[in-house]
């Protein structure tokens, strides 16, 4: 794996998991699925710019999840 490529997927995770502790979701989930990603995005396609679309719509998915949530207010 390039080392920009590891890069990338640490830190896609790192954001992930900051951004899922400030919507108080379960940040290491959201940080496996990252790392999770970035290394099936590796290994089947060669190139930055694939892993980079695929955590695009992680957070897409990410944001999707967390707009459908109930609000708890209290």
């Known amino acids: 794996m390039p080392t920009l490529t590891l890069l990338v997927g ?35 396609v060669s190139g930055v710019l694939m892993v980079i679309l695929a955590q695009i719509g992680l957070f897409a998915v990410m944001w999707w999840y967390n707009a459908r949530r109930p609000v708890n207010h209290g």
């Open 10 to 44: 640490l830190a896609s995770a790192i954001a992930f998991f900051r951004a899922a502790q400030y919507e108080r979701m379960s940040p290491l989930l959201w940080t496996v699925a990252s790392l999770g990603l970035t290394l099936v995005a590796s290994f089947l």
